[in-house]
């Protein structure tokens, strides 16, 4: 099969593996058996194009660049992968000449769910664009075995329930037990000195875990390169010891201790409102790290005569946040005791390969490991850790007197705990962040002195999206009607959307635009149906938030303006507005109170909203359960407004708004993260800016002189919301949201909810009368679409690979 497959050489294919691979007859043939057979023909066409890649590689002794990462959320594969051999078209015209929905086959699969939200999908993207870029990049990460949890909601309330993505065979995973490695934790170091002086580490009574590698390709767009998305998975190490234990009275014991390891890849640790320093994860981040390390380094070998002081020539490793920052003191280790390097040297090499992205500010985030843990758990990292520490002390005593005193809020370990963003910049030679504002924030303010100190490591990378999956894959007709106009060389440089703005006065155009728009409304409309019983109206205006649960992120604001437009509509039930549909899509972690709070709120509004007779179609609110990237798949296409509301300061960058954008919905946000980015090419008659900036938050924060109370004392708006929230919905005892309530009055709002309110409300006004001139709005869609080309991951993808990675495309 390849891209010139005919539809019926794809239907015979299908007809006679359905035979040979399923032992059944089409007629007989389920959805499932279907999807089984189609991943195996593609899976045929990609093997050849992995190991040509990989031979390639080798040949060329290409630099490669590993993408460390706990988390890589790559959801449903099938389709992409489809569109990505250049076989979608052909597919789904061959399995419609079958009689099978090509949307059912493709839901077949399991939305591998493996990272939170906008972290773990970055990862994804950017493995994505790195092979349809033709560059040497590989993921690293882990198997767990249980994805991030399934969400239901039952009365209102989320409920979580096991992600067992593994259930049935993940057809796109090859386990490669040749490549398994053995890791070490606990025991004790114990030290000698060799004749010629310098010492040397052994280590006794380790706790031993072996690393198998399950294999994921990684399909560039029509390039017919093929990467590795490398996940391991924790076994316990040689089934021989099974047999000794079952003959004494260790079994017991043996099977104990083979759960516990296999515990280490057993689930993905949901991000939660603060960092716990559990050791569990601790114990998977070292699994992954010392895995990752070893496998590289073992491959350097086996591709390169020289030895591994030029390791740095050949390898770069991106560490995604702090969370395999043990890279640093892992790879120290490997050199100096396994490969006898000197610690200089060994320092030499390590940061010249480490490259760190940092991916939030907020402080409750940041990891802190205690140090008795890391000593018990990894001792000999300890050590290392220690000496880092203390050589960069000495040095800000020695070399910078000025920032003498601020030694404890720099070092690596301080008051017994371990930090591990201290870690990461010290120990590495780039450390950058998402979006233009939060780099400047870095910068100025949260990394200002290490900034002082290595003015150089620090960079911006203003994150991006891969077009492929949120355009070309999401919303054909869009991308159809797009390639009608400017022709088909935007697929591969998305920067040629731009030609678009030539048609942003065209009619004929816009109407084409509307119609699509309108298509995919219709879709999610029955989607929506078919899911909640819920009719919405299809010509309404569909205002979209979607994203994880957080207080900072604001969905109580956005709550906040449905309640108030309810009010408005009881007062006045008369009131000629554009019908709207509020669409919610959230996790809250399992533990984040509050969170789950807001969660009960929206959907308490939706079930008072959407069955008031009064109401009729101008409003309904929607929350759609268990939020993924399938999900996201099916919401974005039909986005009339992007809500990206968030505190501002708060929001790294975001990568929603970039998916909305790119699908023509129009971005109502504050300026923070990549909306501003965002605002800075539409201009700001394209886009509904609003609320508090990043300085004037952060001022409020350091001198106080915000006051909520004063704002529920003279808005009555706002009053009224609070105290519906806190005395019960008009009379119902029954309805009460005090923690709420008590948060923003008794805790004096931290997120500005209240002092973002009004400007909220005023610009959704604007929202509204804009959406009244069809033709100024679809002009303004297409403006947005026109310039997302730039928040393409092949561009964020193009600059690590010039500026950090030096990495030549081959
Ligand atoms: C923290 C924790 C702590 C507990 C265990 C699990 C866990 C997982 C993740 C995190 C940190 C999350 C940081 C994060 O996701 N940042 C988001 O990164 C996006 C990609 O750069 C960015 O667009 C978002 O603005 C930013 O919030």
Request: aromatic fraction near 10%; hydrophobic fraction near 35%.
């Given at each position: ?70 988390e890589?959320l ?41 990272g939170n939200g906008g972290l773990g999908r970055l ?148 991000d ?87 991916h939030t ?73 998402v ?28 994150n ?83 994203k994880r ?102 929001e790294a960058s975001g990568t929603g ?16 993260g ?137």
């Amino acid at each position: 099969m390849s891209r010139h497959t005919t539809i019926n050489e794809l239907v015979e294919c299908i007809t006679e593996k359905m035979k040979t691979e399923r032992g059944k007859d089409l007629k007989d043939a389920t959805d499932k058996d279907v999807y089984y057979v189609i991943t195996s023909i593609v899976n045929d066409e990609l093997n050849s194009h992995w190991l040509k890649t990989e031979k390639k590689y080798r040949k060329k002794k290409a630099r490669q660049v590993y993408y460390l990462s706990m988390e890589f959320l790559v959801g449903r594969l099938l389709e992409s992968n489809l569109l990505n051999c250049g076989l979608l078209d052909t597919a789904n015209k061959a399995l419609q000449k079958l009689g099978f929905d090509p949307e059912k086959v493709y839901f077949q699969e399991h939305d591998a769910g493996l990272g939170n939200g906008g972290l773990g999908r970055l990862a994804a993207c950017f493995l994505d664009s790195l092979a349809s870029l033709n560059y040497p990049g590989h993921g690293y990460g882990i198997r767990y075995r249980y994805g991030l949890f399934e969400q239901r909601i039952i009365h209102g309330n989320q409920i979580e329930l096991p992600d067992y993505w593994l259930k049935e065979e993940y057809p796109w995973e090859r386990r490669r037990v040749d490549e398994a490695v053995k890791i070490h934790f606990c025991g004790q170091v114990h030290m000698f000195k060799k004749n010629d002086g310098s010492l040397e580490f052994r280590y006794e009574n380790t706790d031993q875990v072996m690393a198998v590698p399950y294999d994921i390709p990684i399909v560039g767009y029509e390039n017919e390169v093929v990467n590795n998305l490398r996940l391991w998975s924790a076994e316990s190490p040689s089934s021989e010891d099974e047999d000794v234990a079952s003959q004494n009275s260790q079994y017991y014991h043996h099977l104990d201790h083979k759960h516990s390891i296999e515990q280490i890849s057993g689930f993905l640790y949901p991000d939660d409102s603060s960092f716990e320093g559990k050791e569990l994860r601790l114990k998977q981040q070292y699994f992954l790290v010392s895995a990752s390390i070893q496998n590289i380094i073992k491959s350097y070998k086996k591709n390169s005569k020289k030895s591994l002081n030029y390791l740095p020539e050949k390898v770069v490793i991106q560490i995604n946040d702090t969370h395999p920052s043990l890279a640093i003191p892992e790879l120290m280790r490997i050199l100096m005791d396994e490969e006898h390097f000197s610690w200089n040297d060994a320092w030499k090499i390590t940061t010249n390969i480490i490259a760190y992205t940092n991916h939030t500010t907020l402080s409750e985030a940041l990891e802190t490991w205690p140090k008795e843990m890391i000593q018990n758990l990894l001792p000999r990292l300890y050590m290392i850790i220690d000496e880092i520490n203390e050589r960069f002390c000495k040095k800000i005593w020695m070399d910078h007197h000025h920032l003498r005193d601020k030694i404890p809020e720099l070092a690596i370990i301080a008051y017994d705990q371990v930090h591990m963003s201290r870690l990461a910049i010290v120990g590495s030679f780039s450390v950058n962040g998402v979006a233009r504002i939060h780099t400047d924030i870095l910068i100025k303010k949260e990394m200002k002195d290490f900034y002082s100190l290595f003015p150089s490591k620090f960079n911006n990378k203003t994150n991006g999206i891969t077009h492929r999956r949120w355009l070309l894959q999401v919303n054909p007709n869009l991308a159809s009607l797009i390639t009608d106009v400017i022709g088909p060389q935007w697929i591969k440089r998305p920067n040629q959307l731009i030609s678009l703005l030539r048609y942003t006065k065209d009619r004929p155009f816009l109407d084409k635009i509307d119609q699509v728009k309108h298509e995919n409304k219709k879709a999610l409309a029955k989607f929506i149906f078919d899911r909640t019983g819920i009719l919405v109206d299809d010509q309404s205006i569909f205002d979209v938030q979607i994203k994880r649960l957080h207080e900072y992120k604001r969905q109580l604001l956005n709550i906040f303006h449905v309640i108030y437009l309810y009010n408005e509509l009881k007062d006045n039930p008369n009131q000629d507005i554009t019908p709207r549909t509020f669409l919610f899509g959230a996790k809250a972690a399992p533990s984040y109170h509050l969170a789950k709070e807001v969660i009960k709120l929206i959907n308490k509004v939706a079930s008072i909203v959407n069955h008031d007779p009064e109401i009729k179609d101008k409003l309904k609110v929607v929350f759609l359960e268990n939020y993924n990237v399938s999900l996201a798949e099916k919401i974005i296409p039909a986005a009339d407004i992007s809500e990206q509301i968030s505190t501002a300061s708060k929001e790294a960058s975001g990568t929603g708004n970039m998916k909305m954008m790119m699908n023509g919905a129009i971005t109502l946000g504050t300026l923070d993260g990549a909306n501003i980015e965002i605002r800075d090419f539409v201009g700001d008659r394209n886009i509904f800016i609003f609320g508090l900036t990043a300085d004037e938050v952060l001022h409020y924060y350091h001198h106080g002189g915000y006051v909520a109370r004063d704002i529920y004392n003279t808005d009555d708006r706002v009053r009224r919301i609070l105290d519906q929230l806190n005395e019960g919905w008009f009379g119902s005892q029954e309805i009460e949201f005090k923690d709420i309530y008590y948060n923003i009055l008794y805790h004096n709002d931290p997120y500005f909810v209240l002092k973002d309110f009004d400007p909220y409300i005023e610009s959704h006004e604007l929202v509204e009368q804009s959406y009244r001139d069809k033709f100024t709005w679809l002009s303004m869609s297409v403006t947005n679409i026109a310039h997302s080309g730039k928040f393409s991951s092949d561009r964020t993808i193009q600059e690590y690979a010039s500026s950090i990675w030096k990495l030549n495309k081959i």
